[in-house]
């Protein structure tokens, strides 16, 4: 099916061209290529190879409805339908937070955790969009994830991402996602190697929340209501009776959180207690080695 016969930007004006569009958008110019590239199903070359090509009617109206939620203050990640994440693209729906960059710091330290256990357990609490669980059981094929949410609808977009981004004849096995609230679902019997979580952990008066795409993310995926640590207190908490002799415990926090989270982990008898700064030169992620056997 072919787009309509091609229209103007105003009228008077030459026909409409990728390029125009491009050149006449208030987007920032990433945001205006990630747009159009998605309206009209082309790679981010082919801008310029035919961006002087005439555009369809259709085209130019989806590319300008796009263009305007996004000028009022919708994620780009939310009107294309996906984000990447750790070389991955992964489905994004308002039901999930948009995966971040600086979250693959979790993954990375994660990975080096685990390098020398053979099939290592992994366990993903609060895991969205599967962005986390998905990368590591891409990077170690034969490691056994377990994926938990509490929102029925974060765990239908991670089953459907892990479904499509991983091999279903990995060695691990198909990713176990489960519906739970942090560990209450999980067989008491289970022990893992690694528990790793980007848990809500803005204050509930945070004033960013009402800034820019956090507006538009779900509110329990990014806040705890309380002062922000609460959820990460429960993580704590309940991690040396899911941790395997030796596992480690790697919580993604905020940028003012690192001391008041090394602090909990240390008080629950985590060693080795550390946290790892992101690009930014923020200390991003905390976590520790749990000793000795598990309880």
Known sequence: MTDAAPTSLHPGAQAATAGALLRASPL?????RILLTHVLGWRRTQLITRG???LGRESIERYRTLEARRLAGEPVAQLV????????????????????????????TALAAIEHRPRPRVLDLGTGTGAIAVAIASMRTDAQVWALDRSADALAVAARNGARLLDAKRPGGALAFLHSDWYSSLDAALRFDAI??????????????????????PRDALTDGADGLSAIRAIVAGAPERLAADGVLWIEHGYDQAEAVRAL???????EVRSERDL????RISGGVLRGTSA
């Open 52 to 54: 002087e090509e005439p």
């Open 28 to 32: 920032p110019p990433l945001e205006a």
């Open 280 to 283: 930014a030169g923020i200390e």
């Open 81 to 108: 339908g996906a984000r990447e994440f750790f070389g991955l693209e992964f489905e994004v729906t308002p039901h999930v937070l948009i995966p971040r960059p600086e979250t693959e710091l979790l993954v990375e």
């Open 196 to 217: 790793v979580s980007n848990p809500p952990y803005i204050a509930s008066g945070d004033p960013h929340l009402l800034e820019g795409d956090l507006r538009f993310e």
């Open 265 to 271: 982990l240390s008080a629950r008898g985590f060693a």
